[in-house]
């Protein structure tokens, strides 16, 4: 399918997403974020895909949402075309694993897709922000929960009421990002982890996913309930008989479901 905004590739058992506006910086226009569902659509159905990957360029993951397509926007365009929710959201209900490769800037709407992503890879020049604050507005699509519930309320509060932005290391030290690795190398090192992912039995790896957004959604307790109720279900796998029995025989595990 042909793309305008975003490039889709596949690399083995990995997809692949480039957003693709270089000259507004991968701002997230509606036929971006509609392409974008779409590409996820295809690579959810898609059995050989195992993973994804969703990155942009050196200079940006994203710079936000277009703000040239939605400054004139009025209150009642916003509210009754749920603006931000429908499409966005797709991002985060993908069930396969997305990591998100950030180089450059996530600001704004890049820097919330990013955080519905399952982790965050950084390049050593990423730099993130929620300066939704410094153009009249605020975060819309998870910024002030998400941002909150990762970095904790006293970086998230100031980030989203200055517009300041963090650095890669700041990003690393404070759990936005879970490492950080030469920029040039972030998109192999992104597709090598994909696909390393992809190895594992995808059952099993779409419960561990489940698992830990529980986390962000529930009590410890039925956290912990629900985490068990799914360790409990890997047993009726497969793909466990061979991983438990592959590491008695000392050999590598062959997973059929991947
Ligand atoms: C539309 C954008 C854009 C954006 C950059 N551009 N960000 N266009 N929407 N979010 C365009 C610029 O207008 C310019 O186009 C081109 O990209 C290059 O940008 P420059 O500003 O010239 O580049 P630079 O000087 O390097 O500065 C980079 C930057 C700056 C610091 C990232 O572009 C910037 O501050 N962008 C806006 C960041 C922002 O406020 N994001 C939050 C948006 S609100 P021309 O045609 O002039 O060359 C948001 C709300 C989300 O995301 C709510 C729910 C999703």
Not at 98 to 117: D, K, R, S
């Amino acid at each position: 399918m042909p793309y305008e905004n975003i490039l889709v590739e596949t690399r083995g058992r990995v997809g692949l997403i480039t957003l693709n506006r270089p000259k507004a910086l991968n701002a997230l226009c509606v036929a971006l974020i509609d392409e974008l569902g779409k590409a996820l659509d295809a690579f959810e159905a898609d059995d050989e895909i195992g993973a994804i990957v969703l990155t942009g360029s050196e200079k940006a993951f994203a710079a936000g949402a277009d703000i040239k397509e939605m400054a004139g926007k009025s209150y009642m365009d916003a509210y009754l075309q749920d603006f931000i929710t429908k499409g966005w959201q797709r991002v985060s209900t993908v069930r396969k694993p997305i990591i998100a490769a950030v180089n450059g800037y996530a600001l704004g709407g890049g820097c919330e897709v990013a955080m519905m992503c399952d982790f965050i890879l950084a390049g050593d020049t990423a730099k993130f922000g929620q300066p939704e604050i410094t153009i009249g507005t605020i975060p819309g699509a998870g910024g002030t929960q998400r941002l909150t519930r990762f970095v904790g309320k006293s970086k998230a509060m100031e980030m989203c009421l200055t517009g300041r932005q963090m650095d890669a290391a700041e990003a690393e030290r404070c759990g936005l990002v879970s490492r950080i690795v030469p920029a040039a190398d972030l998109v192999d090192e992104a597709v090598k982890t994909a696909d390393r992912i992809a190895g594992m039995s995808r059952p099993v790896v779409m419960m561990a996913k489940e698992a830990v957004d529980a986390a962000f959604d529930t009590t410890l307790t039925h956290g912990l309930m629900f985490e068990r109720r799914l360790f409990h279900s890997t047993f009726a796998t497969e793909d466990q008989k061979e991983g438990m029995s592959a590491f008695a025989e000392k050999r590598q595990p062959n997973f059929k479901n991947r």
